[in-house]
C-alpha cells in the first residue's frame, strides 16, 4: 500500500485564488510527522510546512496552512491568495518513528499552475 | 550561509560506465540522506548517514549502488556499470537533530543520464 497518497496530478488556480492540495497517509506509528515541500522547476526542494502527529492545532506558516484530519488520514496543503511564483510541484511527505525519525516517505506530486 | 550543494549538477554517462555524485551538506549537520527521483515521481530514499556511519542503506536498488561519507561531512554516490534505468535525479538533503519535526536540507540535485 501506498503511504502517501495525492490523487491530484496537476491543479488550476487563479492568482490570488486560495487552492487547497490533497494528501492521504498511511501509518500504524502513533508518532509520525507530515511535511510539504514545493519543488520549483530549478529542482531544489524547499521546505513549506510541518506537521506532528500530537500537535492539536493545524499548522500554519504564512500563506500556508495544513487541514489535518487525523482520523481520516489526510494532510491536506492551503495555500491562500496564489501567487505566480506558487506554480510549482508540491510533495507530501511523512516520516514515521519506526524508522528512528530518518527517512522521508514522498508522495508522487501534484503540479501547481497560477494563472494571472 | 552555505545551503547542500551538489557536484556535478548533469552527468551523462554511457551505459556501463561508473559515475560519483558529491554531496557537501550544510556544515555541522550530523544527518545526511540521499534520494533518488525518477520523471515525474516523488523522491525515493537510498541511504542515510549520522556522521560517517551509513545507519540504513535498504533503499540501495542494487549492490551496483555504493555511497560513503568518510569524514563525516562530504559524501559520495557511486554507481557502478550504469544501467538506463538509473537515469534519474539524485537529491542529497542533510538536517542537524535527528528527530521527528527536524527539517532536511535539500541540495539542486544531479541529473544522471545514462545513453
Known amino acids: 500500500a501506498q503511504k502517501i497518497t495525492q490523487t491530484q496530478p496537476g491543479m488550476f488556480v487563479q492568482e490570488k485564488e486560495a487552492v487547497t492540495l490533497d494528501c492521504t497517509y498511511d501509518?500504524?506509528?502513533?508518532?509520525?510527522?507530515l511535511f510539504w515541500y514545493k519543488q520549483p522547476s530549478s529542482g531544489e526542494m524547499i521546505f513549506l510546512i510541518y506537521?506532528?502527529?500530537?500537535?492539536?492545532q493545524n499548522a500554519t506558516e504564512g500563506r500556508y496552512s495544513l487541514n489535518f484530519q487525523k482520523a481520516r488520514k489526510s494532510a491536506n496543503l492551503v495555500i491562500s491568495a496564489s501567487q505566480l511564483g506558487d506554480s510549482a510541484m508540491y510533495f507530501c511527505?511523512?516520516?514515521?518513528?519506526?524508522?528512528?525519525?530518518?527517512?522521508?516517505?514522498f508522495g508522487t506530486g501534484t503540479r501547481l499552475l497560477v494563472s494571472p | 550561509g552555505a545551503g547542500v550543494s551538489q557536484s556535478p549538477r548533469y552527468k551523462v554517462a554511457k551505459r556501463g560506465q561508473d559515475v560519483a555524485l558529491r554531496c557537501d551538506p550544510i556544515?555541522?549537520?550530523?544527518?545526511l540522506f540521499w534520494y533518488q527521483q525518477a520523471l515525474g515521481q516523488g523522491p525515493e530514499f537510498l541511504t542515510y548517514f549520522q556522521n560517517e556511519a551509513q545507519l540504513d542503506k535498504s533503499g540501495l536498488p542494487s549492490d551496483r549502488f555504493f555511497a560513503e561519507r568518510p569524514e563525516g561531512s562530504v559524501s559520495t554516490l557511486k554507481i557502478q556499470r550504469t544501467q538506463q534505468e538509473d537515469s534519474a535525479v539524485y537529491l542529497c538533503a542533510s538536517s542537524f537533530p535527528v528527530t521527528l519535526s527536524a527539517e532536511q536540507y535539500f541540495g539542486p540535485g544531479t541529473r544522471l543520464t545514462v545513453t
Open positions: 501509518t500504524s506509528d502513533q508518532s509520525y510527522g
Open positions: 556544515s555541522g549537520h550530523v544527518s
Open positions: 511527505a511523512m516520516r514515521e518513528s519506526n524508522t528512528g525519525f530518518q527517512k522521508l516517505v
Open positions: 506537521q506532528g502527529s500530537y500537535d492539536e
